[in-house]
């Protein structure tokens, strides 16, 4: 299944639009003294969102920059936006140190922020030049890191299983070639290389889409962290608590359907044909069967909207599970050395 986030996001100086903020609200249904995490802050479009509703927001996010902005903007909240630095897979930790045992909502918005894609200095996109980084957090190995030093058949399996390109080989076997000549550095030299391998698309995704999303959702771990924060959102939420989940292309969205799925049906017992097993309770009740979709009206306004996909549930009494990322879908890639998380 190909990658859905083909459009590039709006581009307007100082502004970003929180993909389908109403839809997120109404499912979320904040009130006044519900205690809420946001754990993907970005410009704090929701958090915002929630506030307004009367609703205490702790902030989590792993970017230094998405921190100062949510640290500038809790001032005006009189101790109602708390904010954490750190990754969603820890926010029930995180929610933890903030006095916040037990939470009555959970939102993350999945994958890289609008704000990241359109500073070229982040090394996110290809539609301008920057260092090849794509590091969220700013710290440990970047992707330039990654192409000039991991093994040819190491990217082709990454650029494969998490970027879903079909040329994977060709474009492994071109890096490797380039790099031989000199170090690969910067976001518009990698995407030329790219496009030379990969053929045009009819649908006009630029023919380095792939390759970039690959080696952006590997540096950051970023499906290993997706799956990990669903399992501390059911650690963190208590009984009748809401979690609502946007993801923005076809891997995130299979692992948020396979553990919304998996968690809100009871797990079968025994037969006449196999000895009874222990049942466990489903631990949410689904508010989306099948995902929300965002609006005409805001799709043309906000192209980035046009692939995102929401999906919701609600806590139920159940103890929490232990979490199998690769159960719920995350690909098994190589692991290299000094990329441990």
């Known amino acids: 299944m190909a990658a859905w986030d083909s ?96 939470v009555d909502g959970v939102v993350l918005d999945v994958g890289v922020s609008s704000i990241q894609l359109d500073t070229a200095e982040r090394g996110f996109s290809f539609r301008g030049s920057g260092p090849l980084d794509m590091r969220m957090g700013r710290d440990g190995p970047s992707a330039a890191d990654l192409v000039n030093t991991a093994p040819e058949q190491a990217l082709s399996q ?20 380039e790099r031989e000549r000199s170090p690969i550095e910067t976001t518009d030299r990698l995407a030329d290389l790219v496009a030379r391998v990969v053929p045009a698309a009819r649908d006009q995704i630029h023919p380095a889409t792939r390759t970039f999303q690959a080696l952006r959702i590997y540096v950051n771990r970023e499906l290993d962290e997706l799956a990990e924060a669903l399992g501390a959102a059911e650690q963190a939420l208590k009984e009748a608590g809401r979690l609502v989940v946007v993801a923005f292309h076809s891997l995130e969205d299979r692992i948020v359907k396979r553990f ?28 989306t069967r099948k995902p929300d979709l965002p609006g005409d009206a805001e799709c043309r306004i906000n192209p980035r909207a046009r692939s995102a996909r929401l999906r919701a549930a609600v806590r139920t009494a159940a103890p929490a599970r232990p979490i199998d990322p690769h159960a719920l879908g995350v690909p098994r890639v190589p692991e290299l050395a000094g990329w441990e998380a």
């Open 7 to 102: 459009a590039p996001p709006p581009r307007q100086e100082g502004f970003h639009l929180p993909v389908m903020r109403d839809e997120v609200v109404a499912r979320l249904a904040p009130g006044a003294g519900d205690v809420v995490i946001d754990g993907t802050f970005g410009a704090g479009g929701y958090s915002r969102a929630f506030l307004e509703a009367g609703a205490t927001v702790i902030a989590i996010d792993r970017d230094p920059d998405a921190v100062r902005r949510a640290e500038a903007m809790a001032g005006d909240w009189n101790g109602r936006l708390i904010v954490k630095s750190g990754r969603f897979s820890e926010l029930d930790a995180l929610s933890a140190e903030a006095g916040h045992q037990a």
């Open 158 to 177: 990454i650029i494969s299983r998490l970027g879903e390109e079909r040329r994977a080989r060709a474009v492994a076997r071109a890096i490797v070639a």
């Open 260 to 287: 919304l799925s998996e968690r809100s049906r009871v797990r079968p017992g025994g037969s006449r044909h196999m000895p009874e097993t222990e049942i466990a309770d489903a631990t949410f009740t689904l508010l």
